[in-house]
């Protein structure tokens, strides 16, 4: 939708007098680099506030969490407590997520070349139609099926199974480190968002190289699809005010309705008294 966005911009911004520029393609050409560059210059833009409050947003919820659930926990229960740790529980998630929006990269130069000549197609139409190819996916049988579902399974483990053990390598506690895979799930899952949104000028088809689509495959993917599902559910639910909810305010009301009951109890011994 690339080639709309920008006419829609040219003549928006001139109804009156669009039909005009339109029928001139020197013209047509000039206005489509015009517009594609403000159009380009605020996906710059936007990526760049999303690197800076995402991480905001992802330290701050990481110190919520972390002084309000992993401190306590690893201090007085587990026993695990370590300043190192912490340090590493709290700086690598936002990290992460600014590192994976700062290597977002905007559309490359040739890209609006492409965008030039689909615009050309639409305003001036040839004769000759285009033709496009849809490719359906072939039906697998269930063997196939099943040893596929196996495999995805298998990177599943690998790749949690990796992470989890990197983290006991920092001496990261169990709870701490459940809660970083959270937070780095949901991480992925943003990062990849991020990215394709900042694809939304992109007409040239992106090549991947070989060792990119290994890492995806094998070792981001699980990641992103935990992320999505978690995502989901913390729209519906809102896991942090959950996990507060448990671990902080009910523990307080329970101890308050206790202190109140035992009020309660000695008032009455009182009243027997006299």
């Known amino acids: 939708d690339t080639s709309y966005l920008i006419l829609g911009d040219i003549i928006a911004a001139d109804p009156l007098g669009a039909l005009d520029k339109l029928q001139k393609p020197d013209a047509l ?5 015009e517009f594609y560059r403000k159009r380009l210059n605020q ?13 905001i947003s ?3 919820t990481k110190m919520l969490l972390a002084f309000a659930i992993e401190i306590p926990v690893d201090k007085y229960i587990t026993g695990q407590f370590s300043y ?10 936002p990290l992460l997520m600014f590192f994976l929006v700062l290597t977002t990269r905007p559309p490359n130069k040739s890209n609006l070349e492409l965008v030039i000549m689909e615009i050309m197609k639409i305003v001036y139409r040839s004769e000759q139609k285009e033709t496009c190819e849809v490719k359906f996916f072939k039906k697998r049988g269930l063997l196939l099926t099943l040893t596929i579902n196996i495999f995805y399974l298998t990177t ?4 949690f199974g990796f992470i989890w053990l990197a983290l006991g390598k920092l001496h990261f506690g169990n709870l701490s480190r459940i809660i970083f895979l959270i937070f780095f799930s949901l991480i992925c899952f943003a990062g990849v968002k991020i990215r394709e949104r900042a694809k939304e000028l992109t007409i040239e088809e992106g090549k991947e190289g070989f060792l ?3 890492f995806e495959s094998f070792f981001a993917l699980p990641f992103i699809r935990v992320g999505k599902w978690l995502s989901g559910q913390w729209a519906r639910y809102n896991i942090i005010i959950i996990l507060l909810t448990a671990l902080i305010d009910m523990p307080f009301q329970l101890f308050t309705e206790f202190l109140e009951q035992w009020r309660y109890f000695l ?3 009182k009243e027997e008294i006299h």
């Not at 996906?43 to 991480?55: D, E, G, H, P, W």
């Not at 190192?84 to 998630?93: A, Q, V």
Request: aromatic letters at 12%.
């Open 29 to 33: 050409e000039n206005l489509t680099r």
């Open 43 to 55: 996906l710059k833009s936007r990526i760049k506030r999303a690197a800076i409050f995402s991480t």
């Open 212 to 214: 990119i689509f290994l």
């Open 267 to 269: 008032k009455e011994k």
């Open 58 to 60: 992802i330290f701050a």
């Open 156 to 159: 599943f483990i690998i790749a």
């Open 84 to 93: 190192t740790t912490l340090g590493f529980s709290i700086l690598l998630p």
